[in-house]
């Protein structure tokens, strides 16, 4: 029986949606996306916080109508059964604790970085708590360089979940002000992470965007 | 054969710490409390950045040295093949969407509102944080109360590993400055938690941080 088609609303330039784009295609599964601008206001409307009243991107809509959200969430469904969520409890649960440290301890600083500087204007009052999340960010990197000198993934002892979760944002935490030359573990396991099969790159940002984040 | 004795280190009266106290208590499993004062520093000593580098309890200690961290992802271990954790994996995943929403659009508003009125100085100047702080929470309380309007559980269609973790700031919302009044909901869901077999309510705060709840 092949999978069911999935559909996902989601921001092909969000790194908490690149997560489930990069999986199904990585599980070469089929599935719908619909384009959500949650920058401004896609998330919002009546039509989508029916559907998902905390109002995020990626939402993955079943055939039948189920609902899932949460970036993670949405992964370990995805995951479920195939190499990429370890079947061995003790693992899994390890994965799963990566999975709430990129929520809790590395996407509110590192994905909000970026998102302040290239998507809000240059004059933003939010741009004063820049420095507060690079400095968290910046926390979170060296949490995630030490376990790396030990370890080659995030997801036991092989590439999963928790590998896709933190690439999402890792690998383009530049755009958010942080160097990872001063990770050199991490930037080998970017690479590794690229390396894997099905692996697909997330879309570039648009031109605004980038400008943006230059000017940054 | 008994289940394996666990260490836990943890505040008691965090509500990140007390999920793991609450379901560990509903699973009859023996456990050893050891209590580490993470509102003075106990999180940041060398030997405890050691097993912890990310410096946060609550933390999970096995006999044979291996280290889990991150509460809810503790409670998903510990709830393997129980009933606090739903075996299909379409309900598991669901549960697992209410986790992270309980991390990422919750934990970070009502505990952390808590916190400051709590465990900071009258005059600390993280004060000015507060309304922002409880506008977001009230969205997070107002996502669960219309969920609550359809369903009597976050886990499924039963009690289980997301109600444990939802109920841990919930529960002492008005300690951030929430008044729970506003969801009928929410305050039988409550109730309905407090009622389950094996329940242990969250050690009650110091005298000095009930003083200044009081104040603030």
């Known amino acids: 029986m092949s999978p069911e088609t999935v559909t996902v609303h989601g921001m092909s330039t969000s790194g908490n949606c690149h997560k489930v784009r990069l999986l199904l295609e990585q599980l070469g599964r089929p599935y719908r996306w619909i384009e ?10 009546p039509a989508y916080l029916a559907k998902n009243p905390n109002g995020k991107v990626p939402m993955l809509e079943r055939a039948d109508g189920g ?8 992964l370990c469904w995805l995951a479920e059964g195939s190499p990429y969520l370890p079947d061995d409890a003790w693992q899994r649960a390890l994965a799963l604790s990566w999975l709430f440290f990129e929520q809790y301890s590395h996407e509110p600083y590192i994905a909000v970085a970026r998102f302040i500087r290239g998507w809000t204007p240059l004059d933003s009052p939010r741009r004063a708590d820049l420095p507060r999340l690079v400095e968290r960010g910046a926390q979170a990197l060296a949490v995630m360089e030490k376990h790396l000198q030990a370890a080659a993934w ?17 690998h383009c935490a530049d755009d958010g002000g942080f160097d990872l030359v001063a990770y050199p573990c991490i930037t080998d396991w970017l690479a590794r992470v690229r390396a894997q099969p099905g692996f697909v790159p997330m879309p570039g940002v648009s031109d605004d965007v980038a400008a943006r984040l230059a000017s940054s």
Not at 36 to 45: L, Y
Not at 154 to 169: E, H, K, Q, R, S
């Open 36 to 45: 959500v601008d949650s920058a401004n206001g896609g998330t919002r409307t």
């Open 67 to 74: 609902v899932l959200v949460e970036s993670n969430a949405i």
């Open 154 to 170: 995030f997801t036991g002892n092989d590439y999963g979940v928790a590998d896709i979760a933190l690439f999402a944002y890792t």
